[in-house]
């Protein structure tokens, strides 16, 4: 074959089974599809499979143009020593939109139209379990090495959760990573910290209940703290990060995050992430519309803060540069 060819190790690794459908990666719209609109209906295995060649043959020169992969962030040159897997290491899970929370900034919003769930359920677009034995049977996930992410909706109100976590570990699982607004205590979670076989990620985005009122639009601050305390406690908190993902005009500010700092080290947690919104990484030309300067000092008070502290501070490499770029001029 001439010409370059690319390679993308999302494509070759990853598993994503969203609510409307299954494809290759979180990367965005974007990206291989392997099932359009499943609803639980018998998959055709042999087309599955081919999916993933296919799309890796479309990922030469000549094909690029044409493939749903052209201008991906995450596209590199093929290397010879780039082997196509006939498995996946990573399954990210988020095949319902129930939540007990309504996070205002949160995309799902949009969908559910701001409808907050109570009662736990089954996910209103298909089942995970018999989805999961199927793909075990086929041998699509790397038993030894496979990170099984799980995120929502959220967890707290989906039926399915503590049996898919019991799925994975009967079939084998390497590592889970969990997201959740942990207003619910969860004791499987509890039993995979004290494993120390998961990373567990919460966001809190405040340090009092009134600004978590302001956020999610529910009264759960205490039972989320009580929660986060319960899962601290014992010798592995270091499997839990928590988010304080910066809101303009509600949460931005030092003395908010300094709050939240605080509250971290009182009851025991070691990790935070420290976020901008979405819209600012994602979806605005920072260009045309800028970033707010006053994040630049927010981000090194967080970092100057959790040195202090000895707390971890962890920030995405995307969101990072443009706080560097746009509200440092670094
Ligand atoms: C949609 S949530 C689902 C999991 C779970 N309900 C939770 O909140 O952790 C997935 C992740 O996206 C994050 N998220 C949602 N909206 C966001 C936004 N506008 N900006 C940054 N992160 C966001 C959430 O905090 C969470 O960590
Ligand atoms: S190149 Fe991008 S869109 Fe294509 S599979 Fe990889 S991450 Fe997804
Ligand atoms: S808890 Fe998670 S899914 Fe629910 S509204 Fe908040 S960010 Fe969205």
């Given at each position: 074959?001439?010409?370059?060819?690319?390679?993308?190790?999302?494509?070759?690794?990853?598993?994503?089974?969203?609510?409307?459908?299954?494809?290759?990666?979180?990367?965005?719209?974007?990206?291989?599809?392997?099932?359009?609109?499943?609803?639980?209906?018998?998959?055709?295995?042999?087309?599955?499979?081919?999916?993933k060649q296919k799309a890796?043959?479309?990922?030469?020169?000549?094909?690029?143009?044409?493939?749903?992969?052209?201008?991906?962030?995450?596209?590199?040159?093929?290397?010879?020593?780039?082997?196509?897997?006939?498995?996946?290491?990573?399954?990210?899970?988020?095949?319902?939109?129930?939540?007990?929370?309504?996070?205002?900034?949160?995309?799902?919003?949009?969908?559910?139209?701001?409808?907050?769930?109570?009662?736990?359920?089954?996910?209103?677009?298909?089942?995970?379990?018999?989805?999961?034995?199927q793909l075990y049977k086929?041998?699509?996930?790397?038993?030894?090495?496979?990170?099984?992410?799980?995120?929502?909706?959220?967890?707290?109100?989906?039926?399915?959760?503590?049996?898919?976590?019991?799925?994975?570990?009967?079939?084998?699982?390497?590592?889970f990573y969990i997201l959740?607004?942990?207003?619910?205590?969860?004791?499987?979670?509890?039993?995979?910290?004290?494993?120390?076989?998961?990373?567990?990620?919460?966001?809190?985005?405040?340090?009092?209940?009134?600004?978590?009122?302001?956020?999610?639009?529910?009264?759960?601050?205490?039972?989320?703290?009580?929660?986060?305390?319960?899962?601290?406690?014992?010798?592995?908190?270091?499997?839990?990060?928590?988010?304080?993902?910066?809101?303009?005009?509600?949460?931005?500010?030092?003395?908010?995050?300094?709050?939240?700092?605080?509250?971290?080290?009182?009851?025991?947690?070691?990790?935070?992430?420290?976020?901008?919104?979405?819209?600012?990484?994602?979806?605005?030309?920072?260009?045309?519309?800028?970033?707010?300067?006053?994040?630049?000092?927010?981000?090194?008070?967080?970092?100057?803060?959790?040195?202090?502290?000895?707390?971890?501070?962890?920030?995405?490499?995307?969101?990072?540069?443009?706080?560097?770029?746009?509200?440092?001029?670094?």
């Amino acid at each position: 074959m001439s010409g370059k060819q690319y390679f993308c190790d999302e494509l070759n690794n990853v598993l994503s089974c969203f609510h409307d459908r299954i494809m290759s990666c979180c990367s965005g719209q974007i990206g291989p599809v392997y099932y359009e609109a499943y609803r639980g209906q018998k998959i055709n295995w042999d087309e599955f499979k081919a999916v993933k060649q296919k799309a890796f043959d479309m990922l030469t020169e000549e094909n690029i143009e044409n493939s749903p992969c052209k201008g991906c962030y995450f596209l590199r040159e093929r290397k010879p020593t780039d082997v196509i897997s006939p498995t996946f290491k990573t399954i990210n899970i988020s095949h319902w939109t129930q939540c007990n929370c309504g996070c205002i900034y949160c995309a799902r919003m949009l969908d559910s139209k701001g409808k907050i769930t109570y009662k736990s359920q089954k996910s209103e677009y298909y089942d995970m379990v018999p989805l999961l034995k199927q793909l075990y049977k086929q041998k699509l996930l790397d038993k030894e090495n496979l990170y099984a992410c799980i995120q929502g909706g959220d967890i707290s109100v989906l039926k399915e959760f503590e049996p898919m976590v019991k799925e994975f570990l009967k079939n084998g699982v390497h590592r889970f990573y969990i997201l959740s607004n942990n207003i619910v205590y969860q004791p499987i979670i509890k039993k995979l910290i004290d494993k120390d076989m998961v990373d567990y990620t919460t966001s809190l985005d405040c340090g009092t209940p009134e600004l978590y009122y302001k956020l999610k639009r529910v009264d759960k601050f205490k039972e989320s703290v009580e929660n986060l305390k319960k899962y601290a406690s014992g010798k592995n908190p270091d499997c839990i990060a928590v988010k304080y993902i910066v809101i303009e005009h509600i949460n931005d500010n030092i003395e908010e995050a300094t709050k939240f700092i605080n509250l971290m080290e009182s009851i025991g947690i070691r990790k935070i992430e420290f976020m901008i919104d979405n819209k600012y990484v994602m979806f605005t030309n920072l260009e045309e519309k800028p970033l707010p300067k006053h994040y630049g000092g927010l981000y090194l008070h967080f970092k100057q803060l959790c040195k202090e502290k000895g707390i971890k501070m962890q920030v995405w490499d995307k969101a990072e540069y443009i706080i560097k770029k746009y509200a440092l001029n670094l």
